[in-house]
Structure formats: C-alpha cells, structure tokens
C-alpha cells in the first residue's frame, strides 16, 4: 500500500505470479486491480499506483517495453503523463486535492462596474458564465478548490481589437501568477490579472 485519502480509499501494487507489478485500489475491502493501457507483464514491468485523492483521482506511473509513464486515472479513463516529449521516463507521483480551476471571464462581466453598455451581448454570456460558474462551485463548496473567474484586462488579441490597453505578454504571464498564488484557497473569486477583486 503506497497512498490512502481521507475517504480510507487506499492503492498500491503487488507481484504477479509472473513478476510484474500490478496497481490497485481497495475501496473499504473491495480490491480492483489497476493495469495501465501499454504496462508489460513481465518482470520488472507492470502498473504501481503510488497516490489517490479525495475525488478519487489515481496517480502513478507503468512500465512497458517503450520505457516508464506517469498516468493519472480518473473515473475509468487513463491520461498519460509524458514529459517532456520523446522523453524514456515520466513518473507521476501525487494528485493534489487543492486544485485551482480557472475560467476566463472578463471585466465587462461585472453588473455594478460595467456601466458603460459596451458589448453588450458579450458582456451579458460573460455575466451568464459567472452565474454558471458560481453554482458549479457551491455545488461543489465542500472540495477543497479555488474556482477563479479572471478579468485580464482589454487586451490587444484578434478579439480585444489593437486599441485594447494591454499586449499579450503585459496579461497573460500575470493571469497566470493570480491564478497560481489562488492554489490551495479554497472558494470562488471573480479577480482580474492584477489580483484585484472584481465586483460581481
Ligand atoms: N482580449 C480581451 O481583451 C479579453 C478581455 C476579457 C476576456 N477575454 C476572454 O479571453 C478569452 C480569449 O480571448 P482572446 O482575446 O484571446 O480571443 P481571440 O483572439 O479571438 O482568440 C480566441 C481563441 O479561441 C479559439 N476558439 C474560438 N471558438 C472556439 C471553439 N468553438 N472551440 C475551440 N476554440 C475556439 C480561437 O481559435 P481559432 O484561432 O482556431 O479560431 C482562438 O484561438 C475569451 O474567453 C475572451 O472572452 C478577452
């Protein structure tokens, strides 16, 4: 046994009688073994689970005769973990329960800062994507997550037009270090590239 979550679901590997290594998990007794698409069978090969989260997320990593993958498993599915491309080794070793989703919405999406009326059919499916977004995270309020909607600002892109304020890489690499400073915070935020909370 190799990783539990704090559902008491647990996983890990065993031998083979044929020496390869096979994953599980073991859900309160019930054992399912676990063999990623690709994983050889013989020794020295084969599946190891090495962690699970609490939505039930595997991480590990197979060896097969083209070399050693990360995969995540979830609901069934596998995705394989290859870094960087053409590379003979990835491990997979952790799968977080603190993980941020990020949607990209828009400052016109704000009722009581948006007073202008421009765009006004964008504004109102960006205005519509928050409300979609705000029930998905109550419904989801007891994870662990942050659930970003971000406002990067106008930004000169084919769709922001060439009199927008900012170029790409004024708001992009910023979008980027707000959502990442929101890992581990869990609960919605409607925040723009400069941390700033936004008025709903
Ligand atoms: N630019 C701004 O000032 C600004 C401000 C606030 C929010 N935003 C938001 O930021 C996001 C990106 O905007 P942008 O300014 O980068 O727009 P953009 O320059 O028009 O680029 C939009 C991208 O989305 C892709 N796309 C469009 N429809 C798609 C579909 N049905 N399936 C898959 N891909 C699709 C396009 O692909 P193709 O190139 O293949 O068509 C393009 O790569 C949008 O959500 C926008 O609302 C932008």
């Not at 421009?118 to 109102?124: E, P």
């Not at 960006?126 to 909607?149: C, D, E, P, T, W």
């Given at each position: 046994m190799?990783?539990?979550n704090?559902?008491?679901?647990?996983?890990?590997?065993?031998?083979?009688a044929?020496?390869?290594?096979?994953?599980?998990?073991?859900?309160?007794?019930?054992?399912?073994?676990?063999?990623?698409?690709?994983?050889?069978?013989?020794?020295?090969?084969?599946?190891?689970?090495?962690?699970i989260?609490?939505?039930?997320?595997?991480?590990?990593?197979y060896?097969?005769?083209?070399?050693?993958?990360?995969?995540?498993?979830?609901?069934g599915?596998?995705?394989?973990?290859?870094?960087?491309?053409?590379?003979?080794?990835?491990?997979?070793?952790?799968?977080a329960d603190?993980?941020?989703?990020?949607?990209?919405?828009?400052?016109?999406?704000?009722?009581?800062?948006?007073?202008?009326g421009?765009?006004?059919?964008?504004?109102?499916s960006?205005?519509?994507?928050?409300?979609?977004?705000?029930?998905?995270?109550?419904?989801?309020?007891?994870?662990?997550?942050?659930?970003?909607?971000m406002?990067?600002?106008?930004?000169?892109?084919d769709m922001?037009?060439?009199?927008?304020?900012?170029?790409?890489?004024?708001?992009?690499?910023?979008?980027?270090?707000i959502?990442?400073?929101?890992?581990?915070?869990?609960?919605?935020?409607?925040?723009?590239?400069?941390?700033?909370t936004?008025?709903?």
């Open positions: 190799v990783g539990a704090s559902r008491g679901v647990l996983v890990g590997y065993y031998l083979t044929s020496g390869a290594e096979r994953a599980f998990t073991d859900r309160g007794g019930h054992f399912t073994p676990v063999d990623a698409p690709g994983a050889g069978r013989r020794p020295g090969q084969g599946t190891i689970a090495v962690d989260n609490d939505s039930g997320v595997v991480a590990g990593y060896t097969g005769r083209h070399g050693k993958y990360g995969f995540v498993l979830r609901r599915r596998f995705t394989i973990v290859r870094y960087p491309p053409g590379s003979r080794s990835t491990w997979a070793s952790g799968v603190n993980g941020t989703i990020a949607v990209m919405s828009s400052g016109l999406a704000s009722i009581t800062e948006n007073v202008a421009v765009w006004d059919g964008y504004s109102a960006k205005v519509a994507l928050n409300m979609l977004v705000r029930g998905f995270a109550s419904r989801h309020s007891r994870r662990k997550r942050a659930v970003i909607l406002a990067p600002g106008w930004v000169r892109t922001g037009g060439p009199e927008a304020d900012l170029d790409i890489h004024e708001s992009v690499p910023r979008v980027v270090d959502v990442t400073s929101q890992i581990g915070r869990p609960g919605l935020r409607f925040l723009d590239y400069t941390g700033r936004v008025a709903w």
